[in-house]
């Protein structure tokens, strides 16, 4: 077989060459660690040559070793590659066979095999794998030009640049569309057009499920269509590489891995709320651009209410982000869980470097799915934050029903850790442990339940027969008082935990708000310093959204920034005039648990959006001399109103803003009217604040967002 000179699969080959038995243990350890694509090729000589010496080494003796494999889902190719293998030797595997062998991937094998066969009856293509000399596209290990005499697929308006990747069905390419001049990532699957009904309509799915999915953490599909006999897909290029890379075992921060998940979980729940499970998400799924923004790819496992490839009894995933309903093949109780089980996945691979399930063989890994609890990432990594753990855990639920109720559920419990506020999923009692012991283990539990009760048979029927009963009763005193004795130890134990999880709370606030102290001495103007603000007391607080005001002494106004439909404009409220008015000329702090029933707040502002009060917490921000520079005004905690806690911590960074103002000898209000800058993302995702004089309220009225 030709391989690129210098790889390890071509030294490793040329081993084999020199009549020298190569130990594939020994050359890899020699090796350092190889990228899992290249691995695949190493094991793929090894194989070959071990067969054409009557050593017929099985994919199952090399996925045992390097269980890496079937986590990142080269299993299959090097599944196929054997079935290749065993066909150009003159053999005849079937299918069936291989199904019964790799349950797992039973779907997949199929389809790949009768592409494979069709393809090959076409002469389209030769086999590929340890079965060919060359191929008509690079392999994985050979990412360059294509091979000497051969080209790459020709597909009008777009310019192939060179190999991203390559699936068990497709090959992906860089390219540029050359009527819009951009880069875009190319999906091809080679000699579509002999592809089984099932990989046709699955390349259909995605291109359709990706069309209908608008989200700016979703890869964007630009075309799709079919030239001469190859099927394509122009997909967003996003050249980050994806999140496995950057995990790549090892532990990512807390907090950046909390954040992420967030943002997944948000898009997820996009994808939910149109009836659509992707049913594959895993971190090599979700691709990262050069700012770090993730994007989730590959729909094309995704499960649509309009659209059904899978029959119950089919398994189709990854094994180690592959909830137990899935594993088990349970395709009716396939739902948004499923997918809140992937993101949990994920986050504990971000949190400790290693996938929940780890195994050498589908059985083994079936049986964690199914019946293990996964190891607490603190074991792992001992400073986690108890709340986030709580999280993790809470998605790795083996009952569906005891996972988040939705995606959406999940990006707030991650906000309210962010935020350091409570959040609302909690660790298993001692009660649930015991009956998840009894539902993984019930054959035990009923041969201990029945030893208790002949125990206590006997012991009841010792006191009419046998003076050692009192004996026997004095011991079950005893007992008695030790499991009482262990139920106050207990209840002591989980009040430690609650005081620790709120001191971890505060520590959360306080990094927040130290963090945001050191970027307000480098903030260069005035709308990067609202936006700063607004962001950080949001979180904080845990509040919906916040407003911060800047006074305008010349003008006797506040004045602040709001998306108003696409454009950044600005707004004023009158000296004096509403809550966040009559705080900037009193310098008092004004927190009303109950919008609708303090008389202080206008409702008009409310009724015009459609928006709905619940509570806010207006407060001023003071000079070192104690004039008033501005004013914070916060709407909705999540979870009960803003108390004294609060109050302190906000107050903390007001003084820091008010600093960072006077440093920079105050910022100049913008004419009233005027747009400042380019239009901005929305950061709060609501009307205007309550607090706004009634001047503001036609340009209210619209949808708005403040920063």
């Known amino acids: ?53 009557g050593e017929k080494v099985r994919s199952e003796d090399y996925l045992r070793s390097w269980p890496s494999l079937a986590a990142d889902n080269r299993a299959l190719e090097l599944i196929c590659g054997e079935f290749q293998l065993r066909e150009s030797l003159g053999e005849a595997p079937s299918v069936e066979e291989y199904v019964q062998r790799f349950p797992a991937y039973a779907g997949r094998l199929r389809q790949q095999i009768e592409l494979y066969r069709g393809l090959a009856t076409a002469g389209e293509v030769r086999p590929t794998g340890e079965a060919a000399a060359d191929s008509s596209l690079p392999t994985d290990s050979a990412p360059g030009p294509p091979a000497a005499g051969r080209a790459w697929p020709a597909i009008p308006e777009y310019e192939i640049l060179g190999m991203l990747g390559r699936g068990a069905m497709s090959v992906v390419f860089r390219a540029r569309q050359t009527g819009l001049n951009r880069l875009v990532a190319l999906k091809i699957i080679p000699g579509g057009a002999y592809a089984n009904p099932t990989t046709l309509a699955r390349f259909q799915l995605e291109a359709q499920t990706l069309a209908a999915l608008q989200h700016p953490n979703i890869v964007q599909v630009y075309a799709a269509g079919r030239h001469e006999d190859n099927l394509f897909c122009a997909l967003e290029f996003v050249e980050g590489g994806d999140l496995a890379q950057r995990i790549a075992s090892t532990p990512q921060p807390a907090r950046q891995a909390a954040q992420l998940s967030k943002v997944l979980a948000a898009a997820i729940d996009c994808v939910h709320r149109r009836g659509i499970i992707h049913r594959d998400l895993k971190p090599a799924n979700v691709l990262l651009t050069a700012q770090g923004v993730p994007k989730i790819s590959d729909f ?23 909830a137990p309903e899935q594993a088990g093949g349970h395709t009716h109780e396939i739902g948004p869980a499923t997918d809140v089980y992937a993101l949990g996945a994920i986050l504990y691979e971000m949190l400790t470097g290693r996938p929940p399930v780890e195994s050498k063989s589908w059985p083994d890994a079936l049986h964690q799915i199914r019946h293990v609890p996964p190891l607490p990432p603190s074991r792992l990594q001992p400073r986690l934050p108890r709340d986030l753990e709580t999280i993790c855990l809470k998605c790795l639920q083996k009952d569906p029903g005891r ?24 660790r298993d009692g001692p009660w649930a442990h015991i009956a998840g012991w009894i539902r993984s283990r019930p054959t035990l539990a009923a041969m201990l339940a029945a030893a208790a009760a002949a125990a206590m048979g006997l012991l009841v029927g010792a006191v009419w027969y046998s003076p050692l009963a009192v004996g026997g009763a004095a011991v079950l005193s ?10 106050r130890l207990q209840s002591a134990l989980r009040e430690l935990d609650a005081q620790q999880v709120l001191a971890q709370r505060s520590m959360e606030r306080v990094r927040l708000l130290l963090e945001a102290t050191q970027r307000l001495m480098d903030v260069p103007g005035p709308d990067a310093m609202l936006r700063l ?42 000296l004096g005039v509403g809550v966040a008015g009559a705080v900037a000329t009193t310098g008092d702090i ?64 007001a003084s820091s803003a008010a600093t960072a103002l006077e440093r920079a000898q105050s910022y100049p209000s913008p004419a009233s009217g005027e747009a400042s800058g380019a239009a901005c993302p929305p950061l709060s995702g609501g009307a205007a604040s309550s607090g706004a004089a009634a001047p503001t309220l036609a340009a209210s009225a619209r949808r708005t967002d403040f920063i």
């Not at 020994?26 to 793929?44: C, I, K, N, S, Y």
């Not at 919906?544 to 004023?572: C, H, M, P, Q, Y």
């Open 533 to 574: 603000l607004s962001q950080t007391a949001a979180r904080m607080a845990n509040a919906e959204r916040a407003t911060i005001f800047l006074v305008d002494r010349a003008r006797g106004e506040l004045w602040s920034k709001v998306v108003l439909e696409e454009n950044l404009e600005t707004i004023r409220v009158p």
């Open 590 to 653: 004004v927190n009303i648990a109950d919008a609708y029933a303090d008389p202080r707040f206008n409702a008009e502002i409310d009724r015009a959006t459609g928006f709905r009060t619940r509570n806010l917490l207006t407060f001023p921000m003071k000079a070192v001399d104690g004039r008033v520079l501005g004013v914070f005004q916060l709407l909705n905690k999540r979870s009960g109103t803003f108390d004294a806690e609060d109050v302190g911590l906000l107050g903390a960074l």
């Open 403 to 426: 996972r988040y109720a939705s995606a959406a559920a999940l990006a707030d419990d991650l906000e309210a850790f962010l935020g350091g506020e409570p959040i609302a999923g909690r």
């Open 478 to 487: 005893l007992l008695a008082a030790t499991g009482w004795y262990n139920v």
């Open 1 to 53: 077989m030709t391989r690129p000179s210098g790889s390890a699969a071509g030294d490793f080959e040329r081993l084999w060459q020199q009549d020298r038995l190569a130990d594939v243990r020994d050359f890899l350890a020699r090796a350092g660690g190889l990228p899992l694509a290249e691995l695949v090729t190493v094991l793929a000589v090894d194989r070959r040559q071990r067969w054409s010496r």
């Open 300 to 322: 094309g496992l995704a499960k649509r209410p309009d659209f059904s490839q899978t029959q119950s009894g089919d398994v189709v995933g990854t094994p180690s982000y592959m």
